[in-house]
């Protein structure tokens, strides 16, 4: 039980980092136009990429997932997934970090649509609503929370 409960919670976690970073870095763009001294045409390429890189490779990574396993799939997605994140902080030139958020997007694509099959592995058909309930409370409140969590980490962190 513990461990099904620690495997949901991470699954929530995964899912909410991915759709949370989709959203967060909008409220960067203005002080990453300021850094790297570029317009906000050329700068829109962050969120944009990113979304690009999510939608493209989604279907592809849940076709992979099914030939070679969902976890392989899965904990790969969470590899690229948190080594790009680390890769975007130290971005030298605008173009680095738009390719870092593309590969950010790509792990991003490998993770979502594997949450909802894995999660129902984990506690079985007949709690399938229950997961989908929690997969869907945590989507929307990362794709909500984003905005005002990057005005705060910009305001009081940056």
Not at 15 to 32: H, Q, R, W, Y
Not at 73 to 91: D, N, V, Y
Not at 101 to 123: D, H
Request: aromatic share 8%; charged share 10%; glycine share 10%.
């Amino acid at each position: 039980m513990v461990k099904r409960i620690a495997g949901i919670i991470g699954l929530t976690l995964a899912m909410f980092m991915g759709v949370l970073d989709s959203t967060i870095v909008n409220m960067a763009l203005p002080k990453i136009q300021n850094h790297f001294s570029t317009t906000l045409t050329s700068v829109s390429w962050i969120s944009t990429i990113y979304v690009l890189a999510l939608s493209i490779f989604m279907i592809t990574s849940a076709k992979l997932a099914d030939q070679y396993g969902r976890k392989k799939i899965m904990l790969l997605g969470l590899l690229i997934f948190t080594s790009f994140s680390m890769s975007c902080i130290w971005a030298p030139t605008l173009l680095w970090l738009i390719v870092f958020r593309f590969f950010q997007g790509l792990g991003g694509a490998m993770i979502t649509p594997l949450v909802m099959p894995i999660g129902i592995e984990l506690v079985g058909k007949e709690k399938m609503p229950l997961i989908a309930s929690v997969v869907g409370a945590v989507t929307g409140l990362a794709a909500a929370g984003g905005p005002p969590l990057g005005g705060l980490i910009i305001q009081y962190l940056h």
